[in-house]
């Protein structure tokens, strides 16, 4: 694999630096150890590189467990259903971090009527708010991040989540026409950590994101989803179109700014492969199995993966037969042995990719939906796999290979569909939250299930989070009101788009 974007840790330093000098003379009245207004570079930088953290990390002891392609293999309350109120506190831990940074940046964007300062800080609010709703519902939206106001709402309603993704989506076209690719407007440029500053990208990234919220809401308003997913199709700098424009935050890997699975690797010895994962790539003879996972310690031929929902007295036999994640998610050297190179500290955080747009223009062709037909979806299928195989390392060939295989080879129609489905879940390896997601929202792959040392009241795979209790303390009138709307609680209350 190549990456040869930028570092986090010097984007970080050099948005602060960039802030440094000033011409009005005005400003020597300014205390620069006081400062009152954050710089909307430094602002960007660090919510940006927090969210994915956030996001792509707690996916490896959360989302990425239910959408079965990771497993545990020790403290396996998570894989048996049982999520640590920890882990549901760090996503409620967004409000008054990244997103209300985010929101400062559109806001000094807008004062320095700077779009394309505005339009990616935009961008990235709504992945995290999609994030957000995804896993719990309903959540605080409208009268979020206005604790700061005077007289703004200090205990804000929870908004349901149809109003936030019709919300979600006018943002995002709101942001896509405002951008201006080739202009004179800087934006944030240097000391963004996804695209360094490529409107043109940013455009591209937001139309695909719209795409994608459009295609999960196709359930539960299908006249809503097919309008989107056309005005996604046709937005103003179009889709993705290969994987370098793909969405992704890669690390500097230098101890402080590592890949989240790899800095948790560095110490805990946790995970494995799953079984629901690996026997499906085993069967199709994918060539991402090499690259996913590790041969197990007991036979160094075979790649095993352990089944989730286990106890801990069941499961402690599988420690040496079960394959680890790949060595390109492990730093090097760990407490408990040496696993791949430093170089997996460099690996990248994706938000979105390519291969996932083409798995949406495939299900949106072979449903006849946002302005495509059946005709065009073997080719954005073969489109996406392709994208998936080579993003991880693999080759233009192993594609073509493995496209030509039983079982992979389009097939069209109901078993075309069930084909998209599978292969984009694939695909999403590390970004959990959408993997599990798309289970919830079309059923595929029908193996997922949960494990048999399940909780007996937590006998299936979850639908979402629980609230975090912290809100019962501090929101909990606006709390009540969302359960007495969603309906209880529980792991089995499932949000509006999953029907």
């Not at 590189?49 to 396996?76: D, I, K, M, N, P």
């Not at 606006?478 to 209880?488: E, K, N, R, V, Y």
Request: glycine content about 10%; some cysteine; charged content about 15%.
């Amino acid at each position: 694999m190549h990456f040869t974007r930028y570092s986090v840790a010097v984007l970080m330093a050099g948005a602060l630096a960039s802030t440094a000098c000033k011409t009005d003379l005005t400003a020597l009245n300014d205390n620069p150890n006081s400062p009152t207004v954050a710089p909307a570079a430094a602002l960007f930088t660090n919510a940006a590189v927090t969210e994915v953290r956030r996001f792509a990390g707690f996916s490896l002891s959360g989302t990425s467990l239910f959408a079965e392609h990771v497993s545990q293999v020790q403290y396996v309350d998570e894989d048996r259903g049982h999520l640590r109120p920890a882990t549901m506190d760090a996503f409620f831990a967004a409000y008054p971090s990244e997103l209300e940074d985010l929101e400062k940046v559109a806001a000094i964007g807008v004062v320095n009527k700077s779009p394309n300062t505005t339009g990616p800080a935009r961008v990235m609010q709504v992945w995290g708010y999609q994030n957000m709703t995804d896993v719990f519902g309903d959540i605080p939206y409208t009268e979020a991040l206005q604790g700061d106001v005077v007289g703004g709402p200090q205990k804000p309603k929870y908004d349901t989540q149809q109003s936030i993704y019709t919300a979600l989506l006018k943002t995002l076209t709101d942001a896509s026409i405002a951008m201006k690719p080739g202009s004179t407007d800087p934006g944030i440029g240097g000391a963004d950590p996804v695209y360094k500053g490529d409107i043109a990208k940013w455009q591209k990234f937001s139309n695909s994101l719209h795409a994608r919220l459009a295609m999960r809401i196709s359930k539960a308003d299908a006249g809503k989803s097919t309008a989107e997913l056309a005005a996604a199709f046709s937005a103003p700098g179009g889709l993705m179109t290969s994987n370098a424009d793909n969405a992704l935050v890669v690390w500097p890997g230098d101890g402080i700014f590592d890949n989240p699975w790899a800095a948790n690797f560095s110490g805990r010895d946790d995970h494995r492969i799953s079984k629901t994962l690996l026997d499906t790539m085993n069967a199709l003879g994918d060539p991402r199995v090499a690259i996913y996972a590790q041969p197990t310690k007991a036979d160094p031929t075979k790649y095993v993966g352990l089944q989730n929902g286990l106890d801990n007295v069941t499961v402690t036999p599988f420690f040496n037969t079960t394959s680890r994640l790949g060595t390109i998610f492990y730093p090097g050297s760990t407490v408990y042995g040496t696993f791949g190179t430093p170089a997996g500290k460099k690996t990248p955080s994706y938000i979105m990719t390519y291969a996932e747009v083409s798995f949406i223009q495939a299900e949106a062709a072979e449903r006849s939906v946002g302005g495509l037909t059946p005709a065009a979806a073997a080719g954005f299928y073969a489109a996406g796999v392709t994208a998936s195989i080579t993003q991880w390392g693999g080759t233009a060939a192993q594609a073509a290979a493995y496209l030509a295989q039983p079982g992979v080879a389009y097939a069209g129609g109901a078993t075309g569909l069930q084909q998209i489905g599978l292969q984009k879940w694939i695909a999403l390896f590390t970004q959990g939250t959408e993997a599990w997601s798309e289970w919830r929202r079309t059923g595929n792959p029908a193996s997922i299930k949960m494990g048999p040392k399940a909780y007996p009241d937590t006998p299936n795979i979850p639908r979402r989070f629980l609230y975090p209790i912290s809100e019962s303390a501090v929101n909990n009138a606006s709390l009540m009101a969302a359960i007495a709307a969603q309906g209880p609680d529980s792991y089995y209350t499932r949000v509006w788009w999953d029907k």
